[in-house]
Structures are given as structure tokens and as C-alpha cells.
């Protein structure tokens, strides 16, 4: 069982940054997709941004030219960098892992919570 582990949350005042970090365990990193999600209280939980194996990268709307996703397969490590943040940010994010013969993320971490003041 794969344990993935955020930090790098807090709070933060709108227009600042924040880096979240996600570490991984498992010899199978490299090979498998990665990615954030994030749920705001009384909402649903909702993709932020996903990388490949490959390097290939998927971003909400939402957050496209202000959020970058990237991964450090060396560290077993994959990161998001967010710039410009936004009250409508604020909310638990969460490193996720999709299995190599896995459709959708399937491994979760514990959260990290981000909070953007206005």
C-alpha cells in the first residue's frame, strides 16, 4: 500500500505563493501518474492538476497560469507550486497516485490545508 504524504500548506494572503510538497513510498513511482486535488468546505473534491509518467501535465481551469505541477522521480516527490492565490483557493489539498493498470487515482494522502485571506 502506497503512503503519500502533503505538507507545505498554511495560510497565506491573496497574491502570495505557496509550494506543497508530496511524498511517495513504492519502487513504482517513476511509472505512475501523479496528482492534486483539492475539496473546499461544502463542495466536492476536484482535481487541481495531474503529471505523467511521461512528464505530461493537466491543470483545472481554474488554475492554469497560476499553478504548476511537477515531479522529482529521484525523490520520490511531487510538487505544487502556487502563485497568485485567491480567497477561492482556500481549501484541503491532496497528493494523489494512479496505479500503473489504474483509470483513476487510487491512493490518497492525508491533506494539506491552504488558506488564501483577502
Known amino acids: 500500500q502506497v503512503q503519500l504524504v502533503e505538507s507545505g500548506g498554511g495560510l497565506v494572503q491573496a497574491g502570495g505563493s505557496l509550494r506543497l510538497s508530496c511524498a511517495a513510498s513504492?519502487?513504482?513511482?517513476?511509472?505512475?501518474?501523479m496528482g492534486w486535488y483539492r475539496q473546499a468546505p461544502g463542495k466536492e473534491r476536484e482535481l487541481v492538476a495531474t503529471?505523467?509518467?511521461?512528464?505530461?501535465?493537466n491543470y483545472a481551469d481554474s488554475v492554469k497560469g497560476r499553478f504548476t505541477i511537477s515531479r522529482d522521480n529521484a525523490e520520490k516527490k511531487v510538487y505544487l507550486q502556487m502563485n497568485s492565490l485567491k480567497p477561492e483557493d482556500t481549501a484541503v489539498y491532496y497528493c494523489?497516485?494512479?496505479?500503473?493498470?489504474?483509470?483513476?487515482?487510487?491512493?490518497w494522502g492525508q491533506g494539506t490545508q491552504v488558506t488564501v485571506s483577502s
Open positions: 513504492g519502487s513504482i513511482f517513476s511509472l505512475v501518474a
Open positions: 503529471i505523467t509518467s511521461r512528464d505530461l501535465t
Open positions: 494523489a497516485q494512479r496505479g500503473i493498470f489504474e483509470t483513476k487515482f487510487d491512493s
